[in-house]
């Protein structure tokens, strides 16, 4: 088997709560609507380029459980090729456990089970789905050391590597000067670098600590501020899309699946930055996660839409 992009990453299945509210300690509140659905930034990500077009192969573990069943069969539904995604008999598969206001906002409390036990040995014995692929995509809700071996793989094969690193936590110098593209928000990039973002100006200063410790090309994310995007030798502010968000759930996952997806396609930086700043908006106006992201077609019709209201 072969893929243009492969994900290394999380699969859990996502609980959501709307609420006012989220309760302080020892205090209860009434919710209001309930739903699951399929998530874990890893099977997002593999998801949201597998939607726009892209050919993607996923590495990843669950349990032996119905949730497992449902994750897969929606991941191959889509298109994603599940064949290095191996199932763990005494484990639970991953879930995560989100609290959704009025606003669209929400906060997420992630239980990994079986995502914990994807070891530098699983991703040893899928080197060659690496090395024939185009770029290497990972994230931070796998063990790091997990991380680690997948970016060492495709930097010997002269694979590109695409990090987004959340959940916010340091990262060891020699993985950062690895990474060829980064993709944090405001709290991530503050976590690698010491420095407070809260506008463009901050964003940039931050990203430009990140280039000067090895990372080539950094996506930072500013939510509903925009994208400020700086590489060794360009820098420039994404305008945000202008949308009604009803749940940010995956925006961020959407966002670096659609920046993996054009990557591959060849588009170049600032296309990239516009095309994944559309496809994050468009999947906070739905509820879900996976299920809420565009595919192609309906990515260009909003772009297209877009620029004629300009």
């Known amino acids: 088997?072969?893929?243009?992009?492969?994900?290394?990453?999380?699969?859990?299945?996502?609980?959501?709560?709307?609420?006012?509210?989220?309760?302080?300690?020892g205090e209860t509140v009434l919710g209001k609507n309930f739903f699951m659905?399929?998530?874990?930034?890893?099977?997002?990500?593999?998801?949201?380029?597998?939607?726009?077009?892209?050919?993607?192969?996923?590495?990843?573990?669950?349990?032996?459980?119905?949730?497992?069943?449902?994750?897969?069969?929606?991941?191959?539904?889509?298109?994603?090729?599940?064949?290095a995604i191996?199932?763990?008999?005494?484990?639970?598969?991953?879930?995560?456990?989100?609290?959704?206001?009025?606003?669209?906002n929400n906060s997420i409390v992630v239980a990994p089970g079986a995502n914990l036990r994807l070891t530098p040995e699983d991703v040893r014995k899928r080197e060659e789905l690496i090395k024939q692929s185009k770029l290497l995509m990972v994230q931070l809700e796998i063990p790091l050391e997990?991380?680690?071996?997948?970016?060492?793989?495709?930097?010997?094969?002269?694979?590109?590597?695409?990090?987004?690193?959340?959940?916010?936590?340091?990262?060891?110098?020699?993985?950062?000067?690895?990474?060829?593209?980064?993709?944090?928000n405001e709290k991530e990039i503050a976590q690698l670098t010491g420095v407070e973002v809260s506008d463009p100006l901050s964003a940039k200063l931050a990203a430009i600590e990140l280039i000067n410790r090895g990372v080539s090309t950094v996506f930072a994310k500013l939510g509903e501020k925009g994208v400020v995007v700086v590489s060794a030798n360009r820098t420039f502010f994404m305008e945000p899309?202008?949308?009604?968000?009803?749940d940010s759930t995956a925006a961020g996952d959407a966002f670096a699946g659609a920046v993996g997806a054009a990557l591959?396609?060849?588009?170049?930086?600032?296309?990239?930055?516009?095309?994944?700043?559309?496809?994050?908006?468009?999947?906070?106006?739905?509820?879900?996660?996976?299920v809420s992201m565009p595919r192609l077609k309906e990515a260009e019709q909003f772009i297209k839409e877009a620029a004629h209201n300009q």
Not at 1 to 25: C, F, H, K, T
């Open 146 to 184: 997990t991380v680690k071996e997948a970016i060492m793989l495709a930097k010997r094969h002269q694979v590109p590597v695409l990090l987004d690193p959340a959940p916010a936590q340091e990262l060891p110098e020699d993985m950062l000067a690895m990474v060829d593209y980064i993709l944090p």
């Open 37 to 83: 659905n399929a998530g874990g930034k890893g099977a997002n990500q593999a998801v949201a380029a597998c939607k726009l077009g892209a050919d993607v192969a996923m590495i990843g573990k669950v349990g032996n459980d119905l949730f497992a069943d449902q994750l897969l069969a929606n991941l191959e539904q889509v298109g994603v090729d599940c064949s």
């Open 241 to 246: 899309y202008k949308v009604n968000a009803v």
């Open 1 to 25: 088997m072969s893929a243009s992009i492969v994900v290394v990453g999380s699969l859990n299945m996502d609980m959501v709560v709307s609420l006012n509210r989220r309760p302080d300690w």
């Open 264 to 290: 591959v396609s060849g588009k170049d930086i600032w296309a990239t930055a516009k095309f994944a700043s559309a496809i994050g908006a468009i999947t906070a106006t739905s509820m879900g996660a996976q």
């Open 86 to 104: 191996e199932k763990i008999p005494e484990e639970a598969t991953g879930v995560a456990f989100i609290t959704l206001n009025p606003h669209g």
